[in-house]
């Protein structure tokens, strides 16, 4: 019996050990689905209102437009320079750079709930809703309505507008509005700034949570400590 009991309870043992794995693996997937959902909600708004609008208005767009494979490259190119350009600027000892890795700081209680392929889901399903509805509704409807300048600069304003958090991330998300609009204008597709988008998010939402030190958010942290 006492040998039973022993052998019974090691195989008990064994068993815990075995499943402590699957809910370790499954625990965080279960915590991250609300802000998960509430990632892909915004995302499903955005898709929803370009449909509204593409919809309602007299708006003809090109989702592939000419030379594909040069839109892609060039997205992915774009997405890479940019991301530099900012990681350069949130890591210098600025006003500028001390307020975006403040943003950047704030962001990762957020994000750092998601598994790495939600952080894929949710960089993705901005780059194609948002764009859809910035660039393909909103910039083509305002050049419609106006012309091709006008049409961009309201498109990236009230794009900056609806990232705003300060003035500095107004300002980098007009830039990077204007680019991208200009980069659709040139290319006459959708293909090029959803891939540019996309692969910039990714990049940021991975730095945020998995590499801060990349935008120097170790510092602040090391300070605020």
Known sequence: MGGRALRSSGAQEINKKKERPGMEVTSP?????????????IQLGCLLLAALGLYLAPVEISVFGDRVWLQLFLGLLGAVVTFSVVMILARSETLFGNIL??????????FSKLTSSQMVWVAIAAGICEELLFRGFLQSWLSQLSSPFLGLLGASLIFALLHCASWVYFFLTFMIGLILGIFYQMSGGLVGVMVWHSIYDLFAIFAIVRFPHMLGMDNEISRRD
């Open 101 to 110: 890795r403040r943003h950047c700081l704030q962001l990762t209680p957020l």
């Open 29 to 41: 997937v279960r915590r991250s689905l609300p802000v998960f959902f509430f990632l892909m909600d």
